[in-house]
T-cell receptor, first 113, second 112 residues
Framework: GQQLNQSPQSMFIQEGEDVSMNCTSSSIFNTWLWYKQEPGEGPVLLIA?????ELTSNGRLTAQFGITRKDSFLNISASIPSDVGIYFCAGRYSGGGADGLTFGKGTHLIIQP | KAGVTQTPRYLIKTRGQQVTLSCSPISGHRSVSWYQQTPGQGLQFLFE???????NKGNFPGRFSGRQFSNSRSEMNVSTLELGDSALYLCASSLGVSAEAFFGQGTRLTVV
């Protein structure tokens, strides 16, 4: 089955720093989604990407859909305390078979004031 | 606009019992998918429904089943519960099968 490698697993940063995380896949995806999950809550959609090469921003967040369709990255600029949480990438290939989202294992972001 | 609603939020069941979880999607969304989240395996796809039809199924045993009603609400059922079924079960809704998926808060199932 499809596998997503998400890195890093965790990040300890200072408030105000920029953050970068990425996901790579063993196969191509048609859609990349980035989610944030906080304790006791479901994942919240941050950014959706539908086209290879696409670069999309949502406030301080920027994500890109890799040209090979096998990778994506998420950047967070000037981190603030409320950015703390677990960030997940998710990919979908809508070409038959299991079309559900395949998730990475998550990047745990911890911000030190 | 109301988000995805899952009930109940918490559930404790005994091994061997069965359980039914409920999901009400965002108004106008016709696709509902279910995921299991555990610390060891992460988020794993269970199945997806669109217009009352199961479109896709993940790699889970037949004890896991679901259905979708004409109003797009969905239920998932787990029979003969095992300890390993303890997890956060998440429901996501989307306009269509390949569209952006929005998650509910989940149902925390504990099997004892």
């Amino acid at each position: 089955g499809q596998q997503l490698n998400q890195s890093p697993q965790s990040m300890f940063i200072q408030e105000g720093e920029d953050v970068s995380m990425n996901c790579t896949s063993s196969s191509i995806f048609n859609t990349w989604l980035w989610y944030k999950q906080e304790p006791g809550e479901g994942p919240v959609l941050l950014i959706a990407l539908y086209k290879a090469g696409e670069l999309t921003s949502n406030g301080r967040l920027t994500a890109q859909f890799g040209i090979t369709r096998k990778d994506s990255f998420l950047n967070i600029s000037a981190s603030i305390p409320s950015d703390v949480g677990i960030y997940f990438c998710a990919g979908r290939y809508s070409g038959g078979g299991a079309d559900g989202l395949t998730f990475g294992k998550g990047t745990h972001l911890i911000i030190q004031p | 606009k109301a988000g995805v609603t899952q009930t109940p939020r918490y559930l404790i069941k005994t091994r061997g019992q069965q359980v039914t979880l409920s999901c009400s999607p965002i108004s106008g969304h016709r696709s509902v998918s279910w995921y299991q989240q555990t610390p060891g395996q992460g988020l794993q796809f269970l199945f997806e429904y669109f217009s009352e039809t199961q479109r896709n199924k993940g790699n889970f045993p037949g004890r896991f089943s679901g259905r979708q009603f004409s109003n797009s609400r969905s239920e998932m059922n787990v029979s003969t519960l095992e300890l390993g079924d303890s997890a956060l079960y998440l429901c996501a809704s989307s306009l269509g099968v390949s569209a952006e998926a929005f998650f509910g808060q989940g149902t925390r199932l504990t099997v004892v």
